[in-house]
């Protein structure tokens, strides 16, 4: 049985969210206060994390950093912040997705399954293209032996298209793949992602492969064939 962990406040909306949840029978634990929010997350391990951002003791920003310096736990936002700067500072700082109140509990659910569907990976063969090494049985991405540290949003992206060399994708298709169809926000988060991802890979040989910008269109992950 998956455990998630909702952090929030407000009693009526986390007793909801608990209810439809457990009605999917998934192992829910409320949290209602950010400065306890951290050490129920490292007792129970949980396999998502539903997070509000304005919360008494701690607010959602501080905890998701927290979360994201010791752990790759999939993390979903829940906030009345719905402009798209709060969004793109949620995915900037690793959120896996974003959920602006007021919303339905059913949608909830459904970005729930969706985000865990996405981080539960099925086996494969690791892909080397030349010194990068790609796993996606073990998520992770290895250049020169030594391991890529990326939020998982952007080592999601990254796997999805080392999955799938030399084709063309547009930012809609790299969003609805990795992001998830119900994504709110700004494609601009793709063009972000794409910034960070080539960052941590600038010491990857040219001649060996490069994520490539198709003007006009979006991207392609480029390798020697």
Same mark, same amino acid.
């Given at each position: 049985? /998956?455990?998630?962990? +909702?952090? =929030?406040? $407000? #009693? %009526?909306?986390?007793?909801? @969210?608990?209810?439809? !949840?457990?009605?999917?029978?998934?192992?829910?634990?409320?949290?209602?206060?950010?400065? /306890?929010?951290?050490? +129920?997350? =490292?007792? $129970? #391990? %949980?396999?998502?994390?539903? @997070?509000?951002?304005? !919360?008494?003791?701690?607010?959602?920003?501080?905890?998701?950093?927290?979360?994201?310096?010791?752990?790759?736990?999939?993390?979903?936002?829940?906030?009345?912040?719905?402009?798209?700067?709060?969004?793109?500072?949620?995915?900037?700082?690793?959120?896996?997705?974003?959920?602006?109140?007021?919303?339905?509990?059913?949608?909830?659910?459904?970005?729930?399954?969706?985000?865990?569907?996405?981080?539960?990976?099925?086996?494969?063969?690791?892909?080397?293209?030349?010194?990068?090494?790609?796993?996606?049985?073990?998520?992770?991405?290895?250049?020169?032996?030594?391991?890529?540290?990326?939020?998982?949003?952007?080592?999601?992206?990254?796997?999805?298209?080392?999955?799938?060399?030399?084709?063309?994708?547009?930012?809609?298709?790299?969003?609805?793949?990795?992001?998830?169809?119900?994504?709110?926000?700004?494609?601009?988060?793709?063009?972000?992602?794409?910034?960070?991802?080539?960052?941590?890979?600038?010491?990857?040989?040219?001649?060996?492969?490069?994520?490539?910008?198709?003007?006009?269109?979006?991207?392609?992950?480029?390798?020697?064939?």
């Amino acid at each position: 049985m /998956e455990t998630i962990i +909702v952090v =929030e406040d $407000e #009693k %009526p909306i986390s007793q909801v @969210l608990q209810a439809y !949840l457990k009605k999917e029978k998934y192992r829910v634990l409320p949290v209602f206060r950010g400065d /306890e929010a951290l050490d +129920v997350i =490292e007792r $129970e #391990k %949980p396999d998502l994390v539903l @997070l509000d951002v304005m !919360l008494p003791g701690k607010n959602g920003w501080t905890i998701l950093e927290e979360i994201r310096s010791k752990t790759a736990i999939p993390v979903i936002m829940l906030t009345a912040l719905g402009e798209t700067p709060d969004r793109l500072k949620g995915f900037d700082i690793g959120a896996d997705d974003y959920i602006p109140k007021p919303f339905v509990a059913e949608e909830v659910v459904a970005r729930v399954k969706a985000v865990l569907r996405r981080n539960n990976r099925e086996p494969g063969d690791v892909l080397t293209y030349g010194s990068l090494e790609v796993n996606p049985q073990a998520y992770e991405v290895r250049l020169n032996g030594k391991i890529i540290e990326l939020t998982p949003k952007d080592l999601a992206l990254l796997l999805f298209l080392a999955e799938h060399p030399n084709q063309a994708f547009t930012r809609e298709q790299l969003i609805e793949n990795v992001w998830g169809w119900d994504y709110e926000g700004s494609d601009r988060a793709v063009d972000l992602a794409i910034k960070r991802i080539r960052k941590a890979l600038e010491t990857w040989p040219k001649e060996e492969g490069d994520i490539k910008t198709l003007r006009g269109l979006g991207y392609q992950f480029r390798v020697q064939t």
